[in-house]
């Protein structure tokens, strides 16, 4: 069985859902040997825009376990070092462009979690 390779690093391994701008697939790095979410956006320029606004916002809270005030209140509350898991937000590894037989996607990898809001509605 043939599995897609994407940014020479995810093998596809199965789809998880879908929605009006995007389908999220199950994929694993084989560099990390890790499972990771990939969300592969429409290729239209109006959804690859928007892209870049989500994409802002996810890196601003994957980073925000960073910023000095954030880990010291952190640290002051729990008693201990702060650690991305803290911040109690999706997470965002990764990012990048894959050109399909459908145009150029914008994708967005980030941490395998539960059901998906529609599925627990």
Not at 6 to 23: E, H, N, P, R, V
Not at 93 to 120: A, P
Request: with cysteine; proline share 1%.
């Amino acid at each position: 069985m043939h599995r897609e390779l994407l940014d020479s690093k995810y093998i596809i391994l199965k789809k998880l859902g879908f929605g009006a701008f995007s389908t999220v697939w199950l994929a694993l790095n084989i560099k990390d040997r890790k499972l990771y979410a990939l969300k592969v956006m429409k290729s239209a320029d109006k959804y690859t825009k928007t892209s870049y606004t989500e994409e802002e916002i996810n890196r601003l809270v994957a980073e925000s376990h960073n910023n000095p005030a954030w880990l010291e209140s952190i640290k002051r509350y729990v008693g201990r070092a702060a650690t991305r898991d803290d911040t109690h937000c999706l997470q965002m590894h990764d990012w990048f462009f894959h050109h399909g037989t459908s145009g150029r996607h914008f994708v967005m990898c980030f941490e395998v979690l539960g059901k998906n809001l529609l599925t627990l509605i």
